[in-house]
């Protein structure tokens, strides 16, 4: 069953914002989610792979939005229940439930654990039960890298979020994905232009998820080496993350755009990446607001 973009999923616009600091749920966030609303951009994407209170987080921001569509990226299928989500997304306003699309992902077996298997197999009995529970398709993506969950993504959703990828990986998932359905690949940004340095910024979150299965096997399928993986090489990040000024994140997303994406997230990250500071992020979201918007 073909489930192509229709006028019923949610509107994502070109540009928008994948935040981990915006799971805070305090007035900071909600001041912040309204602000990045009026600058333009067409959706906030917040993750959710660790579980937490991910839905009431989304409730807030959604209530603190108008026009803005608010995305999981991604919500964690190990982590909630089919059915409590099916009751949260039908307690939400009409207006609301039509600005909110459900990003889903299958996360990674050393944060699962032993119930982490067959993850393709899961994810289609996921999707089952959110059917089950009056859940639109045109209103859920999936979290696809490989080409087997692109397929599903393609026939059972309106489309794919890929995290940490390359215009290159873009047009490969284009291609599996075929004309209709979304792709919304989320973009690693480091708003600094020395490029060592801006390099150095976002080297340990390469690090970081370079030990995790799904990423290190979609980098080699891209053609990176285990030696450009197990250190981190400059090539690597700057493959993964768009480092630079406004004018060379513009070049990167322009990339993403001709490999065949319709939305690209942007996820900013700050000169200190262990203390986020989300004034300074937001000093950066404004910048590139006025760049790219």
Aim: a negative charge; hydrophobic letters at 40%; aromatic letters at 6%.
């Amino acid at each position: 069953m073909d489930r192509n973009q229709t006028s019923s999923t949610p509107r994502l616009g070109k540009i928008g914002i994948w935040s981990m600091e915006m799971r805070r749920g305090d007035t900071e966030t909600t001041e912040a989610a309204t602000e990045l609303d009026e600058l333009g951009y067409g959706a906030l994407w917040v993750p959710g792979a660790m579980g937490g209170e991910l839905l009431s987080d989304i409730s807030g921001l959604l209530a603190a939005t108008k026009t803005m569509t608010v995305a999981t990226g991604i919500l964690n299928i190990w982590m909630h229940e089919a059915s409590d989500v099916g009751q949260w997304w039908h307690a939400l306003p009409p207006e609301q439930r039509e600005r909110m699309l459900l990003g889903l992902g299958v996360s990674h077996g050393v944060m699962v654990g032993e119930a982490y298997k067959k993850p393709l197999s899961a994810m289609k009995a996921y999707l089952a039960k959110l059917a089950e529970e009056g859940l639109p398709a045109e209103q859920m993506c999936l979290a696809a890298l490989g080409p087997k969950m692109l397929e599903l993504a393609r026939d059972q959703t309106a489309g794919a979020h890929p995290y940490l990828v390359t215009p290159e990986h873009t047009a490969a998932a284009r291609q599996a994905l075929g004309d209709g359905p979304i792709l919304a690949p989320e973009q690693g940004v480091v708003l600094e232009p020395d490029l060592a340095r801006a390099r150095d910024i976002a080297r340990p979150y390469v690090k970081g998820y370079g030990q995790l299965a799904n990423y290190a096997n979609n980098w080699r399928r891209l053609g990176f080496s285990d030696e450009d993986i197990a250190n981190t090489s400059d090539s690597l990040v700057d493959a993964v993350f768009a480092c630079g000024d406004e004018q060379r994140i513009a070049e990167r997303i322009n990339a993403h755009f001709d490999a065949g994406a319709d939305h690209v997230c942007l996820q900013v990250v700050g000169a200190n990446p262990t203390a986020p500071d989300l004034e300074a992020l937001r000093e950066d979201w404004r910048k590139l607001a006025k760049a790219l918007i």
